[in-house]
Structure formats: C-alpha cells, structure tokens
T-cell receptor, first 115, second 115 residues
Framework: DQQVKQNSPSLSVQEGRISILNCDYTNSMFDYFLWYKKYPAEGPTFLISISSIKDKNEDGRFTVFLNKSAKHLSLHIVPSQPGDSAVYFCAARPDYGGATNKLIFGTGTLLAVQP | EAQVTQNPRYLITVTGKKLTVTCSQNMNHEYMSWYRQDPGLGLRQIYYSMNVEVTDKGDVPEGYKVSRKEKRNFPLILESPSPNQTSLYFC??????????????FGQGTRLTVV
C-alpha cells in the first residue's frame, strides 16, 4: 500500500513558467515532509522540507505547501529553469515516537523544463 | 567534501553468487540506510542502522543482510542473489535524532543486475 503517492509520472513546462509537483499521503502520523531531486546516474539530493506544524516553507525559487486536512503537499518552482529537469521525489517521515529517520518515498515525477 | 560513497557503481552477477555492496560516509552520521529504486515503486527502504551494532529491517528486507561494525561503513550483503533483486540501490546517511531538518545524504547508486 503506497502511503506516499505522486500521481503524475511526468510534467512538462516552459522555461520561466511555474512548475507545480504534487504529492498525496495517507498516513496522518507523518511529521515531516521532504522533496528530493534526482538527476540521471546520481543519487537523490535534498531540496526542501516542511514540518507538519507549518503550511509553507520557501527557499529561493522553491516553495513547499502543506495542506494537512487534505493530506496533500506541493512543490512550486518559480521560475522554472532547464537545469530543474530531473525526477522529483516526495518523502515523508512517520513519527513513531522514537529516534528514527525512516523516510517513505513516493514514486517520483519526471519534470522536463523546455527552453 | 561531505559524501556517501558506494561501490561498485555497476555490477552484473549470476543467481546465487554472494555479493557485497559497500557504503561509506565521512560525515560522522549515526543513521544509515539502504534503499532500492524500482520503476513505478519509488525508493523503498531495505535496512537501516541507528548506530554501530544497531540495525533493523525496513520495508523490503527479504534476501538482504547488513552489518554496522564501524560508524562510517554500512555494507549491504546479498547472500544468494536472485533476479528479482535486480534494481538500483542507494545508500543514505543522516544525523540522528532529528526533530527538524532530517535530510538524508545519498550515495550515487549501484546498478545491480542478477542473471
């Protein structure tokens, strides 16, 4: 059962426009959410995160929004650049009350930014 | 330079021949984990370790073993590989515990093919 879902396998946007990547989750015990970016032949790299007590976190061109009631988060990239073309993974950390950094990942969305 | 190093990057092996994929990090992280990435399934955790001599199963541990004898190293062992273990494997590390920023650092991946 996929607890973290990214329903769009791919997304194509024009350079300079906004990219919106979506992620839905089912487990209300998640306390932290992260986005990772992955280029081909490389490992995932951390992009941005948000705690479950917040609804927005911004870092430069990247903003993550969290809607807890809808169990939905989104990553906005503005403006999109060709170098943003990569696979984006949404991940969530369950709060089991102990010291663990277990992350549950979504299936990823391939973003293509067209020049 | 802070990094997680996996070896080998690519490996083709035959069914039943024991193999080890090494992982080493130079950031003095307590928490290390192994993931496998398969099409349509995202990244799934195999095993994790919260410190030396402390390991536990992730979501898909069957057919794998790990050990954590030193803080920096976390090898993944396939005692008798089978074709369904053909996958892209990632090692990751992070500080523990992390109530806030919990980003994990990933290695570059090991592409394993079992024939």
């Amino acid at each position: 059962d996929q607890q973290v879902k990214q329903n769009s396998p791919s997304l194509s946007v024009q350079e300079g426009r906004i990219s919106i990547l979506n992620c839905d989750y089912t487990n209300s015990m998640f306390d932290y959410f992260l986005w990772y970016k992955k280029y081909p032949a490389e490992g995932p790299t951390f992009l941005i995160s948000i705690s479950s007590i917040k609804d927005k976190n911004e870092d430069g061109r990247f903003t993550v929004f969290l809607n807890k009631s809808a169990k939905h988060l989104s990553l906005h990239i503005v403006p999109s650049q060709p170098g943003d073309s990569a696979v984006y993974f949404c991940a969530a950390r369950p709060d089991y009350g102990g010291a663990t950094n277990k992350l549950i990942f979504g299936t990823g969305t391939l973003l293509a930014v067209q020049p | 330079e802070a990094q997680v190093t996996q070896n080998p990057r690519y490996l083709i092996t035959v069914t039943g021949k024991k193999l080890t994929v090494t992982c080493s990090q130079n950031m003095n992280h307590e928490y290390m984990s192994w993931y496998r990435q398969d099409p349509g399934l995202g990244l799934r955790q195999i095993y994790y370790s919260m410190n030396v001599e402390v390991t536990d199963k992730g979501d898909v541990p069957e057919g794998y073993k790990v050990s954590r004898k030193e803080k920096r190293n976390f090898p993944l062992i396939l005692e008798s590989p089978s074709p369904n273990q053909t996958s892209l494997y990632f090692c990751a590390s992070s500080y523990l515990p992390i109530p806030g920023g919990t980003e994990a650092f990933f290695g570059q991946g090991t592409r394993l093919t079992v024939v």
